[in-house]
Protein backbone atom coordinates (compact mmCIF):
# COMPACT_ATOMS: atom_id res chain seq x y z
CA UNK A 1 0.00 0.00 0.00
CA UNK A 2 2.62 2.17 1.10
CA UNK A 3 4.55 1.37 -2.59
CA UNK A 4 1.41 2.13 -4.20
CA UNK A 5 1.08 6.03 -2.77
CA UNK A 6 4.13 6.93 -3.03
CA UNK A 7 4.02 5.72 -6.83
CA UNK A 8 1.17 7.79 -7.21
CA UNK A 9 2.68 10.62 -5.43
CA UNK A 10 6.01 10.55 -7.70
CA UNK A 11 2.88 10.27 -10.59
CA UNK A 12 1.93 13.81 -9.55
CA UNK A 13 5.11 15.39 -8.98
CA UNK A 14 6.97 14.51 -12.02
CA UNK A 15 4.67 13.87 -14.88
CA UNK A 16 1.35 15.93 -13.63
CA UNK A 17 3.56 18.61 -12.82
CA UNK A 18 1.93 20.01 -9.61
CA UNK A 19 4.04 21.75 -6.71
CA UNK A 20 6.03 20.47 -3.64
CA UNK A 21 3.51 22.23 -1.83
CA UNK A 22 0.40 20.26 -3.42
CA UNK A 23 2.44 16.56 -3.28
CA UNK A 24 2.85 17.17 0.45
CA UNK A 25 -0.81 17.77 0.85
CA UNK A 26 -1.99 14.81 -0.83
CA UNK A 27 1.27 13.05 1.11
CA UNK A 28 -0.45 13.68 4.51
CA UNK A 29 -3.76 12.85 3.44
CA UNK A 30 -2.95 9.81 1.78
CA UNK A 31 -0.84 9.20 5.24
CA UNK A 32 -4.11 9.47 7.26
CA UNK A 33 -6.20 7.36 4.87
CA UNK A 34 -3.61 4.17 4.89
CA UNK A 35 -3.49 4.57 8.79
CA UNK A 36 -7.42 4.49 8.92
CA UNK A 37 -7.36 1.04 6.44
CA UNK A 38 -4.36 -0.14 8.96
CA UNK A 39 -6.58 0.12 11.86
CA UNK A 40 -9.43 -1.70 9.98
CA UNK A 41 -7.03 -4.31 9.24
CA UNK A 42 -6.82 -3.65 5.52
CA UNK A 43 -3.29 -4.47 4.44
CA UNK A 44 -3.80 -3.82 0.70
CA UNK A 45 -5.31 -1.06 -1.40
CA UNK A 46 -6.84 -3.88 -3.55
CA UNK A 47 -9.28 -4.63 -0.77
CA UNK A 48 -10.98 -1.11 -0.52
CA UNK A 49 -14.52 -1.38 -1.19
CA UNK A 50 -16.74 1.73 -0.95
CA UNK A 51 -18.53 1.14 2.68
CA UNK A 52 -14.68 1.88 4.08
CA UNK A 53 -14.25 5.13 1.89
CA UNK A 54 -17.68 6.12 3.75
CA UNK A 55 -16.66 5.36 6.65
CA UNK A 56 -13.67 6.95 6.55
CA UNK A 57 -15.03 10.28 5.65
CA UNK A 58 -17.42 9.89 8.42
CA UNK A 59 -14.94 10.05 11.00
CA UNK A 60 -13.30 12.88 9.32
CA UNK A 61 -16.72 14.80 9.46
CA UNK A 62 -16.86 14.42 13.24
CA UNK A 63 -13.89 16.83 13.46
CA UNK A 64 -12.65 18.51 10.50
CA UNK A 65 -14.19 21.43 8.35
CA UNK A 66 -16.32 20.39 5.17
CA UNK A 67 -13.88 21.80 2.57
CA UNK A 68 -11.24 19.42 4.59
CA UNK A 69 -13.07 16.46 4.04
CA UNK A 70 -13.35 17.70 0.33
CA UNK A 71 -9.27 18.04 -0.35
CA UNK A 72 -9.06 14.33 1.35
CA UNK A 73 -11.88 12.83 -0.45
CA UNK A 74 -10.42 14.59 -3.98
CA UNK A 75 -6.80 12.40 -2.97
CA UNK A 76 -8.61 8.93 -2.66
CA UNK A 77 -10.06 9.53 -5.71
CA UNK A 78 -7.54 10.39 -7.09
CA UNK A 79 -5.42 7.66 -6.14
CA UNK A 80 -7.50 4.85 -6.98
CA UNK A 81 -8.09 6.65 -10.83
CA UNK A 82 -4.23 6.32 -11.21
CA UNK A 83 -4.54 2.68 -9.90
CA UNK A 84 -7.66 1.81 -12.68
CA UNK A 85 -5.19 3.30 -15.21
CA UNK A 86 -2.81 1.04 -13.94
CA UNK A 87 -4.85 -1.93 -14.17
CA UNK A 88 -4.79 -2.37 -10.51
CA UNK A 89 -8.15 -2.51 -9.58
CA UNK A 90 -11.23 -2.87 -12.15
CA UNK A 91 -13.38 -0.38 -10.15
CA UNK A 92 -12.74 2.14 -7.70
CA UNK A 93 -14.30 2.37 -4.49
CA UNK A 94 -14.84 6.29 -4.79
CA UNK A 95 -16.59 5.88 -8.06
CA UNK A 96 -19.57 6.69 -6.61
CA UNK A 97 -19.30 8.62 -3.68
CA UNK A 98 -19.84 12.28 -4.13
CA UNK A 99 -17.74 15.45 -3.03
CA UNK A 100 -19.74 17.31 -1.35
CA UNK A 101 -20.89 20.96 -2.41
CA UNK A 102 -19.28 23.37 -0.65
CA UNK A 103 -20.21 27.04 0.56
CA UNK A 104 -18.56 29.27 -2.11
CA UNK A 105 -16.86 31.83 0.41
CA UNK A 106 -16.18 35.12 -1.42
CA UNK A 107 -12.76 36.19 -1.43
CA UNK A 108 -11.79 38.46 1.10
CA UNK A 109 -10.52 42.27 -0.25
CA UNK A 110 -9.14 45.45 0.99
CA UNK A 111 -10.56 48.89 -0.32
CA UNK A 112 -7.95 50.88 -2.25
CA UNK A 113 -7.74 53.33 0.83
CA UNK A 114 -7.15 50.33 3.36
CA UNK A 115 -4.21 48.91 0.85
CA UNK A 116 -3.07 52.59 0.72
CA UNK A 117 -2.89 52.59 4.40
CA UNK A 118 -0.71 49.58 5.06
CA UNK A 119 1.85 50.96 2.46
CA UNK A 120 2.24 53.66 3.70
CA UNK A 121 2.76 52.56 7.14
CA UNK A 122 5.83 50.72 6.11
CA UNK A 123 9.42 52.52 7.15
CA UNK A 124 11.14 54.29 4.11
CA UNK A 125 14.46 52.56 5.23
CA UNK A 126 16.54 49.28 5.86
CA UNK A 127 13.85 46.22 6.33
CA UNK A 128 10.82 48.27 5.18
CA UNK A 129 12.41 49.16 1.70
CA UNK A 130 12.74 45.61 1.11
CA UNK A 131 8.97 45.03 2.80
CA UNK A 132 7.50 48.21 0.86
CA UNK A 133 9.05 46.13 -2.71
CA UNK A 134 7.23 43.06 -1.39
CA UNK A 135 3.61 44.62 -0.58
CA UNK A 136 3.59 46.37 -4.10
CA UNK A 137 4.53 43.96 -6.18
CA UNK A 138 1.81 41.78 -4.51
CA UNK A 139 -0.48 44.28 -4.73
CA UNK A 140 0.28 45.29 -8.36
CA UNK A 141 1.08 41.93 -9.93
CA UNK A 142 -1.81 39.30 -7.90
CA UNK A 143 0.99 36.96 -7.47
CA UNK A 144 0.53 34.03 -5.03
CA UNK A 145 2.67 34.03 -1.99
CA UNK A 146 4.31 31.17 -3.13
CA UNK A 147 5.00 32.54 -6.46
CA UNK A 148 6.54 35.25 -4.36
CA UNK A 149 9.18 34.34 -2.45
CA UNK A 150 10.24 31.40 -5.55
CA UNK A 151 10.83 34.47 -7.68
CA UNK A 152 14.64 34.90 -8.66
CA UNK A 153 16.46 38.55 -10.03
CA UNK A 154 16.52 37.44 -13.42
CA UNK A 155 12.60 37.27 -13.15
CA UNK A 156 12.37 40.32 -13.10
CA UNK A 157 12.81 42.72 -16.53
CA UNK A 158 12.26 46.09 -15.35
CA UNK A 159 13.28 47.93 -18.71
CA UNK A 160 10.50 46.37 -20.67
CA UNK A 161 8.12 45.87 -17.57
CA UNK A 162 7.29 42.18 -16.52
CA UNK A 163 8.17 39.80 -14.36
CA UNK A 164 8.67 36.18 -15.66
CA UNK A 165 6.71 33.78 -12.32
CA UNK A 166 6.08 29.79 -11.84
CA UNK A 167 2.56 29.19 -10.93
CA UNK A 168 0.87 26.22 -10.05
CA UNK A 169 1.69 22.94 -12.33
CA UNK A 170 4.71 24.89 -12.60
CA UNK A 171 3.23 27.04 -15.36
CA UNK A 172 4.93 30.03 -16.29
CA UNK A 173 3.32 33.24 -16.79
CA UNK A 174 4.54 36.93 -18.02
CA UNK A 175 2.67 39.44 -15.54
CA UNK A 176 3.03 43.41 -16.64
CA UNK A 177 4.89 44.96 -13.59
CA UNK A 178 3.74 48.52 -13.01
CA UNK A 179 5.55 51.75 -12.24
CA UNK A 180 4.90 51.91 -8.09
CA UNK A 181 5.78 47.84 -7.86
CA UNK A 182 9.05 48.32 -10.48
CA UNK A 183 10.24 51.78 -8.23
CA UNK A 184 9.78 49.52 -5.07
CA UNK A 185 11.99 46.31 -6.27
CA UNK A 186 14.39 48.85 -7.86
CA UNK A 187 15.00 51.02 -5.14
CA UNK A 188 15.69 47.72 -3.24
CA UNK A 189 17.52 46.14 -5.65
CA UNK A 190 19.71 49.22 -5.92
CA UNK A 191 20.31 49.95 -1.55
CA UNK A 192 18.57 47.26 1.11
CA UNK A 193 19.35 43.77 -1.22
CA UNK A 194 23.14 44.30 -1.23
CA UNK A 195 23.22 45.15 2.22
CA UNK A 196 21.41 41.86 3.19
CA UNK A 197 23.72 39.63 0.50
CA UNK A 198 26.59 40.87 2.75
CA UNK A 199 25.50 38.74 5.87
CA UNK A 200 24.80 35.47 4.06
CA UNK A 201 26.37 32.45 4.09
CA UNK A 202 29.10 30.74 2.06
CA UNK A 203 26.40 28.33 0.55
CA UNK A 204 23.61 30.54 0.48
CA UNK A 205 22.36 30.99 -3.53
CA UNK A 206 22.89 34.57 -5.14
CA UNK A 207 19.55 34.31 -7.26
CA UNK A 208 16.33 35.10 -4.46
CA UNK A 209 15.39 38.13 -5.40
CA UNK A 210 13.74 38.81 -1.53
CA UNK A 211 16.33 37.32 0.88
CA UNK A 212 16.36 37.82 4.70
CA UNK A 213 18.39 39.03 7.11
CA UNK A 214 21.01 36.46 6.99
CA UNK A 215 20.85 36.59 2.95
CA UNK A 216 18.30 33.73 2.62
CA UNK A 217 15.89 33.26 0.48
CA UNK A 218 12.37 34.44 2.24
CA UNK A 219 9.71 32.05 3.57
CA UNK A 220 6.42 32.21 2.85
CA UNK A 221 5.57 32.16 6.68
CA UNK A 222 7.89 35.18 6.65
CA UNK A 223 6.03 37.25 4.15
CA UNK A 224 2.78 36.38 6.03
CA UNK A 225 3.66 37.64 8.89
CA UNK A 226 4.84 40.97 7.62
CA UNK A 227 0.94 41.38 5.89
CA UNK A 228 -0.07 41.05 9.68
CA UNK A 229 2.68 43.47 10.70
CA UNK A 230 1.68 46.06 8.80
CA UNK A 231 -2.08 45.62 8.25
CA UNK A 232 -2.04 46.59 12.37
CA UNK A 233 -0.03 49.61 11.60
CA UNK A 234 -2.54 50.56 8.84
CA UNK A 235 -5.45 50.04 11.45
CA UNK A 236 -6.84 47.30 9.09
CA UNK A 237 -9.34 45.40 11.38
CA UNK A 238 -10.08 42.66 8.91
CA UNK A 239 -8.07 39.54 10.10
CA UNK A 240 -5.07 39.52 6.70
CA UNK A 241 -4.41 36.30 4.88
CA UNK A 242 -1.60 35.52 2.47
CA UNK A 243 -3.98 35.67 -0.43
CA UNK A 244 -5.58 39.29 0.88
CA UNK A 245 -3.52 41.70 -1.33
CA UNK A 246 -4.07 39.01 -4.45
CA UNK A 247 -7.91 38.89 -4.05
CA UNK A 248 -7.87 43.05 -3.79
CA UNK A 249 -5.97 43.07 -6.90
CA UNK A 250 -8.35 41.37 -8.78
CA UNK A 251 -11.39 42.63 -7.71
CA UNK A 252 -10.37 46.56 -7.97
CA UNK A 253 -9.30 45.55 -11.55
CA UNK A 254 -12.81 44.20 -12.04
CA UNK A 255 -14.22 47.27 -10.32
CA UNK A 256 -12.84 49.53 -12.87
CA UNK A 257 -13.79 47.49 -16.19
CA UNK A 258 -10.87 45.18 -16.58
CA UNK A 259 -12.54 42.06 -18.43
CA UNK A 260 -12.79 38.44 -16.68
CA UNK A 261 -10.39 36.39 -19.73
CA UNK A 262 -7.60 39.64 -18.71
CA UNK A 263 -7.44 39.11 -15.17
CA UNK A 264 -7.89 34.92 -15.40
CA UNK A 265 -4.70 35.30 -17.59
CA UNK A 266 -2.68 37.96 -15.12
CA UNK A 267 -4.12 35.15 -11.73
CA UNK A 268 -2.97 32.54 -13.83
CA UNK A 269 -6.27 30.48 -13.25
CA UNK A 270 -6.42 27.49 -15.55
CA UNK A 271 -10.36 27.82 -15.17
CA UNK A 272 -12.58 31.17 -15.53
CA UNK A 273 -14.78 30.00 -12.96
CA UNK A 274 -12.13 30.32 -10.22
CA UNK A 275 -11.77 34.25 -11.57
CA UNK A 276 -15.49 34.72 -11.45
CA UNK A 277 -15.62 34.79 -7.84
CA UNK A 278 -14.26 38.19 -8.10
CA UNK A 279 -17.35 39.21 -9.99
CA UNK A 280 -19.54 38.33 -6.96
CA UNK A 281 -17.61 40.69 -4.97
CA UNK A 282 -18.53 43.50 -7.31
CA UNK A 283 -21.95 42.47 -6.97
CA UNK A 284 -22.07 42.88 -3.32
CA UNK A 285 -20.77 46.11 -3.26
CA UNK A 286 -23.29 47.30 -6.06
CA UNK A 287 -25.97 45.59 -3.49
CA UNK A 288 -24.71 47.70 -0.68
CA UNK A 289 -24.24 51.09 -2.37
CA UNK A 290 -28.31 50.47 -3.85
CA UNK A 291 -29.63 49.65 -0.12
CA UNK A 292 -27.56 52.05 1.43
CA UNK A 293 -28.19 55.53 -0.58
CA UNK A 294 -31.63 54.31 -2.92
CA UNK A 295 -34.76 55.95 -0.82
CA UNK A 296 -36.79 52.90 -1.55
CA UNK A 297 -34.44 49.90 -0.71
Known sequence: ?????????????????????????????????????????????????????????????????????????????????????????????????????????????????????????????????????????????GLRVSELVSLDVHQCNFEAGFIRCIGKGNKERIVPLGRHASDAVTRYLETERPRLMGRRPAHSGDQALFINRRGGRLTRQRVWQLLRHYARLGLISQPIGPHTLRHSFATHLLERGADLRTVQELLGHANISTTQRYTHVDRARLKAVHEQFHPRP
Open 1 to 141: MREQIEEYLSYLQLERGLSQATCSSYRQDLTLFEAFLTSRRIGTLLRVRPVHVREFLHKLRLSRSPSTVARKLAAVKGLFRFLEAQRLVSRSPTAFIETPRLWQRLPQTLKLEEVERMLASVPVEGLGVRDRAILELLYGT
